[in-house]
């Protein structure tokens, strides 16, 4: 699976509105993003992890809220995280 291409009934986190989320239903991997993949599992954000959209911030990222923290990611990395809503 490439960057863009979505699971049946998933989303891209970045798309959705503040303060909606879902569950993670997968986190896209290529021969570029491993160490990104490996640090978001290392943050709690992983595989069935629930997860909620928050601000956006300069750049096109978003802040959002997992297992009880608030994160800042950026656009690039929105575009691996695929929720169910």
């Known amino acids: ?3 863009g291409e979505l ?3 998933c989303v891209e986190l970045g798309a959705c509105r503040a ?4 569950v993670v ?3 896209v991997r290529n021969e570029r ?3 990104t993949v490996r ?6 954000i992983r595989r069935g992890a ?4 928050g601000q956006r911030t300069p750049g096109g990222g978003r802040v959002v809220a997992v297992a009880g923290s608030q994160l800042a990611l950026d656009a690039d990395t929105l575009r691996f995280l695929h ?3």
């Open 25 to 27: 239903t997968c986190v």
């Open 33 to 35: 993003n491993v160490g």
């Open 50 to 53: 629930s997860i909620v959209a």
């Open 39 to 44: 640090r978001l599992a290392e943050l709690g």
């Open 19 to 22: 303060g909606h989320g879902g």
């Open 1 to 3: 699976m490439s960057i």
């Open 83 to 85: 929720i169910c809503p």
């Open 7 to 9: 699971c049946t009934d």
